[in-house]
């Protein structure tokens, strides 16, 4: 069954610094997402992306946040300077044109100290 | 605004009892609804959905109406395993709108 993958599964930065959460979607999949989970709080959306643009984006996702899709297979999230509160698991997910549901990456846990 | 709740966790249970994680939403247009699971070390992967009243959704033994009338998508199983320990999230998403919108998961152990 096709897979979302991610990489790192962990990663440890210290605060201020850069960090780039990679993912490889499903190769067919036209939509494409990431998700956080802050330990103990709900999964919550932070943005979507389609036809290589933003298509939607939360209040969470601001300029601290960007994304990406370098070369038609990996999609990127960038934090420029991360901050002790951006510590959380993020979940990278696709979805096709048609499907009601979304599959997801196993996520990379961040931890920022 | 949008939004999910479940019934608070964690859940225990014994092997072969009967689960019900209840999930009741707010939704200004007209949702599709969906529950996830992840179990140790996975992602979240699609359980099962519905997307109009009425619907029931089942997979792998679970199954979970949507009920408009009582804006409401429960999860239920007649007889749980071990290997059905595992957190459950329920989640929305609005007709033509991008995103799903989650509860706080439910995080579910069942004992031998």
């Known amino acids: 069954e096709p897979e979302v993958t991610q990489t790192p599964s962990h990663q440890v930065t210290q605060m201020g610094q850069e960090v780039i959460l990679r993912c490889v979607p499903i190769s067919n999949h036209l939509y494409f997402y990431w998700y956080r989970q802050i330990l103990g709080q709900k999964v919550e959306f932070l943005v979507s992306f389609y036809n290589n643009e933003i298509s939607e984006k939360s209040e969470i996702f601001d300029d601290q946040f960007s994304v990406e899709r370098p070369d038609g297979s990996n999609f990127t999230l960038k934090i420029r300077s991360t901050k002790l509160e951006d510590s959380a698991m993020y979940f990278c997910a696709s979805r096709d044109r048609e499907g009601h549901g979304y599959t997801f990456g196993s996520g990379t846990r961040l931890t920022v100290v | 605004g949008n939004s999910v709740t479940q019934m608070e966790g964690p859940v225990t249970l014994s092997e072969e009892a009967f689960l019900t994680i209840n999930c009741t939403y707010t939704a200004t247009g007209y949702p599709s609804l969906f529950w996830y699971v992840q179990y140790p070390g996975e992602g979240l992967q699609l359980l099962l959905k519905a997307t109009k009243a009425d619907d029931k959704g089942s997979n792998k033994g679970f199954e979970a109406t949507y009920r408009k009338e009582t804006t409401s998508f429960h999860l239920e199983k007649g007889s749980v395993q071990v290997s059905d320990s595992a957190v459950y999230f329920c989640?929305?998403?609005?007709?033509?709108?991008?995103?799903?919108?989650f509860g706080q998961g439910t995080r579910l152990t069942i004992n031998p």
């Open positions: 989640a929305l998403r609005i007709q033509g709108a991008q995103k799903l919108v």
